[in-house]
């Protein structure tokens, strides 16, 4: 029967991440200046094992379930967005056992095809092609990458021919986002199929949570310390509501994913569920940082509070993963993904 | 871990109504709506059927004040909504039983006044009602406003107002009133009464005419000079005197946090049968003859619907399983219901616009789901309401109390 509540395990380790995030927090304006996250605080996240969340036993990792790990990612993140995200992001070839540090570069079709052909293929062994727009890490790493091989999509590691050019970005500065050239040699993993795009849907969403948490939070005590007209803004309804329909969404998109990261832990692996709950997510957390803006009026606008900042990551995280209109179609077929593609 | 699994039992409970709802409510569904009426048939079906509000719980606080125990109550009560509700909310809320009644007795009754008034209700062969009046024409989501007064007298109490929008007002064999002995004493003046049919003074007065839910009896009920016995007070003189004061607001505000998890669920199957509904006539009439674009135009409708409609369950069971486990649960039944309450019209409306073709009328059965969703937002807390409570759980948190 179904139930809501977590096992001593997963409540720690969220309560791990929960606390790194806070050491984190009073550094984020930093890392956004330096376009990198303090070294210091990648040793300590290191020590602390965050890197190794999902990675599998065997592989030396923790191997928590998508669901265990999402739980503690959104914990950060909802403490520390910017260093959270630029520090965990890009550990999401861990899933498929990758060594930390080790990119993970998506060149590969979207579901339905048609809406995102694959942009790196596979010649005779030899893997070439470009992700426009990936996190990798600051030094020249290893990768796993996602590339088309004869009619399906299949994981490599490389470990050399990874060129990479960072890229100007909106937001999300300690992150190293680049436009990645690849062009050399990969060994085969496996198949990149359904079941490991699902993976990595569930792993982006509870990130996108995290900063609707973040954004939340700090809304609602700004809303209620800022004076006007004599009392707490929190107490006009306009503002009240919006906070409590912010709150709203964040629970229906926390739900969502951690339905989809379930399903997936049991082997029933959805890719259309996870679809939907990356798309709400996305969707939450853009409405929340934009209303953590509003709600804070001029100073949501100025960079003495983090909110406008949020709003600029949030956008830019969302350019990270698929769009909106191929989620939507990732999402449940109306009639299936044969009809859709011949119509 | 969270789990989001049924079991066996449960998705056999599922599907067993769920087939019910089928096979004997939806073919009496329109007809219903137009007359009025649940055909009387439907209540010996249900009854053969077994199919009664014991699918539904009576006492979602049963066993309150021993040692914590996880209970599956209300769980089961969701599942159950949610499937006759997909059916035809009507006929749901139509069935024999304690209805909103229950809760409050429940909660606060004695013992010898929760075998007084569930005991009716063993006797199948009669359809028997609760109902709950708690609304007046000046009063509805400020509970502290109600203005129907309850005055001592030598051996009980005398009533005196009118109550609004009491569902099952009509046919109700006791109903649960909210009353004041003063105004001005606001919620410290609240009590709470069960109100037998034949008592001299009480009656109904009109059946409201509505939006949609037409075939349920919501009614007016009117109170003049309408002496209730000293033994009709719920929970006895001692209830009230033993905790000085506001249990009588309490009694309603908890009703509503075990009532409003079974309100979404309700709007989540009338939700889900639209969208169902919209998806059968999109495939049969529009797929192949239209271009690729106006096709994903419509997938991408649906698709949202689904989504929003599967975060509106989730809300829902949560709340629901919050309160099976004796948590907190105010704001997550406050959060279920303002969710899908709201989406499940905006899902209907959609459903309807999908399906719209210029020259047809809409489809009967959407055009009614159209109008039965629309109260889900209003009963049982208005969509403004709940977000108030939500507002005000939020700002507890960081222990700050605004003036909401």
Redesign the interface.
């Known amino acids: 029967?179904?139930?809501?509540?977590?096992?001593e395990d997963?409540r720690s380790v969220a309560g791990l991440a929960r606390d790194f995030g806070r050491l984190a927090m009073p550094f984020e304006r930093e890392a956004a200046a330096a376009a990198d996250v303090p070294k210091a605080l990648t040793v300590q996240a290191e020590e602390a094992g965050l890197f190794d969340l999902l990675r599998p036993e065997g592989a030396g990792g923790l191997g928590l379930?998508l669901?265990?790990a999402g739980g503690a990612v959104a914990a950060l993140v909802a403490e520390a967005p910017s260093i959270g995200t630029a520090l965990l992001w890009p550990e999401a070839a861990g899933i498929f056992g990758a060594p930390p540090h080790t990119a993970f570069l998506d060149g590969g079709g979207g579901t339905p095809a048609y809406l995102r052909p694959a942009t790196v293929s596979v010649a005779k062994g030899r893997l070439k092609g470009r992700v426009a727009f990936a996190a990798v890490l600051p030094e020249a790493a290893p990768a796993f990458v996602v590339a088309r091989d004869g009619d399906q999509d299949a994981l490599f590691a490389m470990r050399s021919g990874i060129g990479t050019e960072r890229v100007r970005t909106m937001g999300l500065e300690p992150a190293h986002l680049a436009a990645v050239e690849i062009d050399g040699e990969g060994e085969r993993k496996g198949v990149f199929g359904p079941a490991e795009r699902t993976a990595i849907l569930c792993y982006a969403a509870p990130f996108f949570h995290g900063y609707a948490r973040a954004a939340l939070s700090y809304a609602?005590?700004y809303?209620?310390r800022r004076q006007a007209f004599g009392?707490?803004i929190?107490?006009f309804?306009g503002v009240?509501?919006h906070?409590?329909?912010m709150?709203?969404e964040n629970?229906?998109?926390e739900?969502?994913w951690?339905?989809a990261a379930?399903?997936h832990a049991r082997g029933e692996s959805d890719l259309s569920l996870a679809a939907?709950a990356l798309?709400?997510a996305k969707d939450t957390a853009w409405k929340s940082a934009n209303g953590c803006v509003g709600i804070l009026g001029g100073h949501g606008f100025v960079d003495d509070h983090p909110a406008e900042r949020w709003l600029r990551d949030v956008q830019t995280l969302s350019a990270l993963t698929a769009n909106r209109?191929a989620l939507?179609?990732t999402?449940?077929?109306?009639?299936g993904e044969e009809?859709?593609e011949s119509? | 871990m969270p789990d989001f699994s049924t079991t066996p039992q449960e998705s056999a409970l599922r599907a067993y109504l769920n087939n019910f709802a089928r096979t004997e409510i939806r073919p009496r569904s329109l007809e219903a709506d137009q007359s009025e009426e649940v055909p009387t048939d439907f209540y010996d079906v249900a009854r053969r059927s077994s199919v009664s509000l014991e699918h539904m719980p009576r006492n979602p606080r049963a066993g309150e004040g021993g040692p914590r125990k996880e209970r599956t109550t209300l769980r089961m009560g969701v599942l159950a909504s949610e499937e006759l509700a997909w059916g035809d909310a009507s006929f749901l809320l139509s069935l024999p039983g304690p209805g909103l009644g229950g809760p409050p007795v429940s909660f606060i009754g004695t013992p010898e006044q929760r075998d007084r008034f569930f005991s009716i209700f063993d006797d199948a062969k009669v359809p028997h009602y609760g109902a709950y009046a708690l609304t007046e024409p000046e009063a509805g989501s400020d509970v502290a406003r109600i203005r129907t007064r309850c005055e001592e007298v030598p051996g009980g109490f005398r009533l005196n107002g009118t109550k609004v929008f009491i569902t099952n007002g009509g046919r109700a064999d006791w109903v649960v009133v909210f009353a004041t002995l003063d105004p001005e004493l606001g919620r410290a003046g609240h009590r709470t009464f069960v109100v037998e049919r034949g008592t001299p003074g009480f009656r109904v007065g009109r059946r409201h005419k509505k939006l949609g839910l037409r075939a349920n009896d919501t009614s007016e009920l009117i109170f003049e000079d309408c002496v209730v016995p000293e033994e009709n007070l719920l929970g006895g003189r001692q209830h009230y005197e033993a905790r000085q004061s506001k249990e009588g607001f309490k009694v309603a505000m908890a009703t509503f946090d075990s009532t409003r998890p079974l309100v979404a669920a309700m709007a989540v199957g009338i939700a889900r049968a639209a969208a169902e509904r919209a998806r059968e006539l999109i495939q049969d009439r529009y797929v192949l003859a239209r271009a690729l674009p106006r096709y994903r135009a419509i997938q991408a409708a649906l698709d949202d619907m689904d989504t929003r409609l599967r975060a509106a369950r989730l809300l829902t069971w949560k709340a629901a399983f919050l309160a099976d486990v004796g948590e907190p649960q105010s704001r997550a039944a406050s959060m279920a219901k303002a969710y899908a309450g709201g989406e499940a019209v905006r899902i209907c409306r959609e459903a309807l616009e999908l399906t719209a073709e210029s020259g047809e009328g809409p489809d009967p059965f959407l055009e009614k789901w159209f109008r039965d969703i629309r109260v889900f937002d209003i009963f049982e807390g208005t969509a403004e309401v709940q977000r108030l409570v939500i507002a005000r759980r939020l700002f507890e948190e960081i222990g700050v109390k605004v003036g909401l």
Request: hydrophobic share 50%; aromatic share 12%; charged share 20%.
């Open positions: 029967m179904w139930r809501f509540d977590w096992d997963s379930s669901l265990a609602r005590d809303a209620a009392q707490a929190g107490a309804q009240a509501f906070l409590s329909e709150a709203m629970e229906a998109a739900l969502l951690q339905e379930w399903a939907q798309r709400s209109s939507a179609e999402g449940r077929g109306l009639f009809v859709g119509a």
